[in-house]
T-cell receptor, first 117, second 118 residues
Framework: EAQVTQNPRYLITVTGKKLTVTCSQN?????MSWYRQDPGLGLRQIYY???????DKGDVPEGYKVSRKEKRNFPLILESPSPNQTSLYFC????????????????FGEGSRLTVL | AQKITQTQPGMFVQEKEAVTLDCTYD???????LFWYKQPSSGEMIFLIY??????QNATEGRYSLNFQKARKSANLVISASQLGDSAMYFC???????????????FGTGTRLTIIP
């Protein structure tokens, strides 16, 4: 089954304690991306990756790191979480639009709800 | 300037009526994609429909159609014969090739909460 898997789904942590949210996809997609969703702000892009070892900042990258060592995995790292990073996080994957041979659909994980105290 | 603007924070529509959710976008790129996602109260993101900037026909998927007006930079979602299960948050989004080398950026609107009234 084609899917994007995020872990953990729910996490409560404390300020300053490093954490990693994992994201894995089994569709051999080149494009992967992280978003945070906050009330009234919609989804905002944190980081994205067009392929292995290629990452770039989205609109709200401060306080986050990512890596893309393998095509299927794109972990999101919070080195020193702060309360303003309390949010719902989504990982997504898809094929690049450049070939214009796909629907443009992005496949989303189920979301990870993070609370930083 | 907002890349994606959804001007309707909330809408109430009678069941079985058609509904149009507004979306306007801003880009200078020639190659981009527009799409709509539905987020029910359970939280998952459900893909509804996609429109490529080079597609001349409006996209349709079952009860969903995308009214693409390129000159106006609008990509409204039309849901025909609304159902109670259509009650959800709806997001318009745009993928654009910001560097012309396949380097894409993705932007979402703030969403419209649609409530279908029995």
């Amino acid at each position: 089954e084609a899917q994007v898997t995020q872990n953990p789904r729910y996490l409560i942590t404390v300020t300053g304690k490093k954490l990693t949210v994992t994201c894995s996809q089994n569709m051999n997609h080149e494009y992967m991306s992280w978003y945070r969703q906050d009330p009234g702000l919609g989804l905002r892009q944190i980081y994205y990756s067009m392929n292995v070892e290629v990452t770039d900042k989205g609109d709200v990258p401060e306080g986050y790191k990512v890596s893309r060592k393998e095509k299927r995995n794109f972990p999101l790292i919070l080195e020193s979480p702060s309360p303003n990073q309390t949010s719902l996080y989504f990982c997504a994957s898809g094929r690049p639009l450049g070939g214009r041979v796909n629907t443009g659909e992005l496949f989303f994980g189920e979301g990870s709800r993070l609370t930083v105290l | 300037a907002q890349k994606i603007t959804q001007t309707q924070p909330g809408m109430f529509v009678q069941e079985k009526e058609a509904v149009t959710l507004d979306c306007t976008y801003d880009t200078s790129d020639q190659s981009y994609g527009l799409f709509w996602y539905k987020q029910p109260s359970s939280g998952e993101m459900i893909f509804l429909i996609y429109q490529g900037s080079y597609d001349e026909q409006n996209a349709t998927e079952g009860r969903y159609s995308l009214n693409f007006q390129k000159a106006r930079k609008s990509a409204n979602l039309v849901i025909s014969a609304s159902q109670l299960g259509d009650s959800a948050m709806y997001f318009c989004a745009m993928r654009e090739d910001i560097s012309n080398f396949g380097n894409e950026k993705l932007t979402f609107g703030t969403g419209t909460r649609l409530t279908i009234i029995p």
